[in-house]
């Protein structure tokens, strides 16, 4: 895992991948997706806005993060005094609908968080390398019920043009990754004009992409 990687990320002043709002995935499949849910786990959440966005609509957010920097400015952003208790030796960050993590994502189990009808996964499977992507994608699918739905966002650009992270993954990957899961593209827009870097880097094109994947029986 490296930790090197992201710690030097959430050393600087601001990061490329945080978004000042909810996904826009998020809100539009809301209703559809999330909004008769008790609790919705966003794995590798960062400090993301997902996790107040869900807690507003009253649905426990459970992140896990492993970064203490991300996930104290998340609290301080959003104004919350968490409770910290040490489970493990894993630190737990609550706030009224939110219970944060601050662990290795691997670390986590059913003991800690239980499993989940919903999980939401937005910039998590595309940080991680290669090798690691198997690894999380039992993981994930451990942390799920039977009958549960993963909601994932990937992107898509030309391989060749951007080495990532983001990793470019498809179809076909998340196919290996959850086999026997009942894949389906939910939406996908371009996200070209969203950050400077994407220019820059001169992509032909640049997608997000929703994944529903399910399974008939796990
Ligand atoms: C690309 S960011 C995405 C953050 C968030 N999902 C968002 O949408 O803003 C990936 C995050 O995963 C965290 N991370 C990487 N490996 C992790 C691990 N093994 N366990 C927990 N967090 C991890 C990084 O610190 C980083 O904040």
């Known amino acids: ?31 559809a997706y999330l909004s008769h849910q008790e609790r919705v786990l966003l794995p590798l959440c960062g400090k993301t806005q997902d996790l107040n966005f869900l ?19 998340f609290f301080k952003d959003s104004g919350l005094a968490p409770t910290i208790t040490d489970e493990d ?22 003991s800690d968080v239980g499993r989940f009808e919903r999980i939401f996964d937005r910039a998590a499977l595309i940080a991680l390398p290669d090798e690691l992507r198997p690894a999380y994608a039992q993981h994930l699918v451990k ?13 898509d650009y030309v391989a060749e043009e951007m080495s990532g ?4 993954i498809d179809l076909l990957e998340l196919e290996r990754l959850f086999p026997n899961a009942i894949i389906k593209e939910l939406d ?30 796990l």
Not at 9 to 14: D, E, F, K, M, V
Not at 165 to 168: A, D, G
Not at 193 to 211: A, G, I, M, T
């Open 55 to 73: 807690a507003k609509h009253g649905i426990h957010a459970i992140g896990i993060e492993f970064n203490p920097v991300a996930v104290d400015s």
């Open 1 to 31: 895992m490296d930790f090197e990687f992201w710690n030097n990320c959430w050393a600087r002043p601001t990061q490329p991948f945080h978004l000042t709002a909810p996904h826009h995935f998020l809100t539009k499949y809301f209703p």
């Open 143 to 155: 942390l799920l019920k039977s009958e549960g739905k993963i909601l994932l966002v990937t992107m």
């Open 165 to 168: 992270p983001p990793f470019r």
């Open 188 to 217: 996908r827009t371009s996200i070209l004009d969203s950050h400077p870097r994407w220019r820059e880097l001169k992509l032909s094109y640049l997608d997000e992409v929703l994944y529903d994947i399910h399974f008939n029986e």
């Open 89 to 110: 030796g894993k630190a737990r960050y609550q706030a009224p609908c939110i219970d944060l993590w601050c662990a290795d994502f691997f670390d986590i189990t059913t």
